[in-house]
């Protein structure tokens, strides 16, 4: 079968081993035109590739068909994953001739001891770009460059050089923009950019709270976040730049041995108290800012990653909801909604998306159940109420997305990708 001939119809008519041969196809031509630095885009072809190939990656996952997963692969999964493959974007060209040389040097350039570069006026050129192209011209011809703004047409015969042209980039990716935002329930202010580990109380009494990142000894706030009924936007931008400011006031220390307390701008474990010499630890009372955590067993992470329980089976597994705890987009849920939501997904659903969007994914159901009591596992305290679910990744696509990092862990009714503050 020629690739130009594949549809979802024409494709199930096909046994097993051509679809194979098909896809070394698409794989040898995917090498040769599109791998690596691509330096001339095929638009048209480019999308008509990875249609086609969609199409028989769709059939061969019905048929559950396993091969390894390759760039065209991942380059298929971001195009589900965020709706747009950017390298299948047209080039344009906004302003033909956009520099040129003119002048004498047009005439003999042998003998013109300059040279002269014209640039169109009207667009922002910047002077990075000016020095750019001066250099290049330099390395090219040897000699002296002068260059002006223009504001007439060409009047006379030229060498274009450049031309300004929007064109796309080569890989489709996402980029994360920290900035404050409202949602119903919250004021979000970014302070760092982080992965987020845990939530914490700044304040119940004043509607504040955190989101909290990093590891032991170097924890640090990712976002606060600010009750929307008890403070304005304007309000706890203030708040946040005032904590700043008295960062040096942070933490509180307190000393294990005789009680005597100290500020400090260290940790309060790399410290010795002034009075007796004894170890010191955090106060009960936080200091301005300082999330209140007294002791170690009274952390609690919750964005609990994927466990890969048993990476040769692909068998994953996550919690998907723990009750009355912040996620990342400032909603919580109670222990008999989670479970509401558990039992119901048990019974009619029991399907998998990437980011609740596009088509279902190969993935089996191994267990799913409420935790009766706190436990720990890989180190991390998982808390009374959560719903937990073992699974078994068929899809290869979403495989390697979980092991290169892409996908961390679940969400209601889907896989999620990484979330920043």
């Keep these: ?26 794989l040898q031509i995917w090498d040769k035109h599109y791998g690596g630095e691509i330096k001339k885009l095929n638009i048209p072809e480019r999308e008509v590739i990875l249609k086609k190939y969609h199409i028989l990656n769709e059939e061969m996952g019905t048929r559950k068909l396993s091969h390894d997963t390759k760039e065209i692969d991942k380059v298929i999964f971001r195009k589900s994953l965020y709706g747009v493959d950017v390298p299948c974007m047209k080039e344009e060209v906004l302003i033909e001739d956009v520099i040129y040389v003119s002048g004498d040097y047009i005439k003999s350039p042998k003998s013109t001891k300059t040279l002269s570069l014209a640039i169109k006026k009207g667009e922002d050129i910047t002077e990075r770009i000016v020095k750019f192209i001066g250099e290049e011209m330099r390395k090219q011809v040897g000699k002296t460059v002068n260059t002006e703004i223009v504001t007439d047409n060409v009047d006379s015969d030229y060498i274009p050089l450049y031309d300004m042209v929007i ?18 329930k919250y004021h979000r202010i970014p302070v760092t950019t982080c992965k987020i580990t845990a939530t914490i109380d700044i304040s119940e009494k004043k509607g504040i709270k955190a989101l909290y990142c990093g590891g032991a000894g170097d924890k640090k706030i990712a976002t606060y976040l600010f009750d929307v009924k008890k403070w304005t936007m304007e309000r706890a931008k203030a708040w946040v730049k005032e904590q700043k400011a008295k960062k040096a006031e942070l933490f509180e220390c307190e000393c294990i041995e005789c009680g005597y307390k100290v500020k400090s701008e260290k940790h309060c474990k790399d410290i010795k108290c002034p ?26 992470d919750k964005n609990i990653p994927i466990f890969k329980i048993d990476e040769e089976k692909r068998i994953v597994g996550g919690v998907v909801y723990a009750p009355d705890e912040i996620d990342s987009q400032g909603d919580t849920a109670n222990s008999e909604e989670i479970e509401k939501a558990a039992h119901k997904f048990n019974v009619e659903v029991r399907k998998f998306k990437v980011n609740h969007k596009g088509k279902n994914r190969n993935i089996d159901l191994l267990e799913s159940y409420i935790m009766p009591a706190d436990v720990s596992i890989n180190n991390q305290i998982i808390k009374k109420g959560s719903w937990f679910i073992v699974c078994k990744v068929n899809d290869d696509d979403i495989w390697e997305a979980v092991k290169e990092g892409e996908l961390t862990g679940f969400s209601m009714m889907g896989w999620a990708t990484p979330s920043y503050a």
């Design 167 to 184: 064109r796309p980039k080569k890989i489709t990716k996402r980029v994360m923009v920290s900035k404050p935002e409202t949602t119903e």
């Design 275 to 300: 009075k007796c010499g004894g170890t010191m630890r955090r106060a009960e009372r936080p200091g301005p800012g300082e999330p209140t955590i007294k002791k170690e067993e009274d952390k609690l």
């Design 1 to 26: 079968m020629k690739i130009e001939s594949i549809t979802p119809a024409s494709i199930r008519k096909v046994d097993n081993r051509e679809l194979y041969s098909l896809r070394l196809r698409f």
